[in-house]
Structure formats: C-alpha cells, structure tokens
C-alpha cells in the first residue's frame, strides 16, 4: 500500500505565509510526478503546482511569483511554501503523486487533503 500524509495547513491572515508538506510511505519503487491541487467550495479541483522527478516545475498562473513547490526525492517529500497569500487561495489542498510499485503500473494517489484559511 502507499500512503500521502499531508501538513502544514492552517488559518492565516493575507499576505501571510504557510508550507505545507506530503510524504510518500508504503511499497514504493519510484516516484515520478508529484503535484498539489485545491479545491475551493463549489468549485473544481484545480492544479496549483507540479514538479517532476528531474525537478521541472509547473505553476497555475493565478499563484506564480508567490508559491514554490519543491521536492526531497530522499524523503519521498513535496513540499509547497506559500508566500503572499490572498483570501481567494481559501481552499483544501491535496497532493498528488503518480507512484510505481514493484510489478505494477504507475498510479496517481491522493492525499486526504488539507485545510488552508485565508482572512481578509
């Protein structure tokens, strides 16, 4: 099995900052791309940031310049600092990981979220 276990969420107050962690665990022969989504209420879930094994990253338009996300191959971590935050990045934010066991296919998982609070 293979587990993402999320951190770092929270309520802070615009312009603040925040960074929150997923570390990959389980039966893991190689991690390729890692990424983080959010999902505001009644919207879609929607790409915030990727990167991929070999460190290329990928920002929404909305959050390049403020967020950077970044990976610790070794730990099996991602991670994404949260800089200059605005209340319309009020969402929950999952991770995503697209995981190769041993004998089996590459698989995207999910985190189980966390809950990011911005005030105004």
């Known amino acids: 099995q293979v587990q993402l276990v999320e951190s770092g969420g929270g309520l802070v107050q615009a312009g603040g900052s925040l960074r929150l962690s997923c570390a990959a665990s389980g039966s893991i022969f190689s991690i390729y791309a890692m990424g983080w989504y959010r999902q505001a209420p009644g919207k879609q879930r929607e790409l915030v940031a990727a990167i991929t094994s070999g460190g290329t990253t990928n920002y929404a338009d909305s959050v390049k310049g403020r967020f950077t996300i970044s990976r610790d191959n070794a730990k099996n971590t991602v991670y994404l600092q949260m800089n200059s935050l605005k209340p319309e990045d009020t969402a929950v934010y999952y991770c995503?990981?697209?995981?190769?066991?041993?004998?089996?296919?590459?698989?995207?998982?999910w985190g189980q979220g966390t809950q990011v609070t911005v005030s105004s």
């Open positions: 995503d990981a697209t995981i190769r066991r041993v004998g089996t296919p590459c698989i995207d998982y």
